[in-house]
């Protein structure tokens, strides 16, 4: 069974900083791609960005610039870093990991998300 944990979400003030992580855990191998996605009240879930194993990214255009992912192949870990945030950040953030190698085969995984709340 493979467990996406979130951590680092919070309340900031705009222009703020906060870094998340997700680390994955349970009998896996190797992790091809992770990534971060969000979805607001009443919003569609809506790509951060994603990391493959070899450190090619893909950012929502909107947010370049802003946001930094990179991860820990050794911990199967992923980070996001978000500076300036502003007040239309404010979403729950989601962990995914795309092409996860188990003694069981390969699957896709999501964690549980962690509140970001940007606001004075």
């Known amino acids: 069974q493979v467990r996406l944990v979130e951590s680092g979400g919070g309340l900031v003030q705009p222009g703020g900083s906060l870094r998340l992580s997700c680390a994955a855990s349970?009998?896996?191998?190797?992790?091809?791609?992770m990534g971060w996605y969000r979805q607001a009240p009443g919003k569609r879930r809506e790509l951060v960005a994603t990391?493959?194993?070899?450190?090619?990214?893909n950012y929502a255009d909107s947010l370049k610039g802003r946001f930094t992912i990179s991860r820990d192949n050794a911990k199967n870990t992923v980070y996001l870093q978000m500076n300036s945030l502003k007040p239309e950040d404010t979403a729950v953030y989601l962990c995914n990991a795309g092409g996860v190698v188990t003694h069981d085969g390969t699957g896709d995984y999501w964690g549980q998300g962690t509140q970001v709340t940007v606001s004075s």
């Open positions: 990391i493959t194993r070899t450190g090619s990214t």
């Open positions: 349970g009998n896996v191998y190797t992790i091809w791609s």
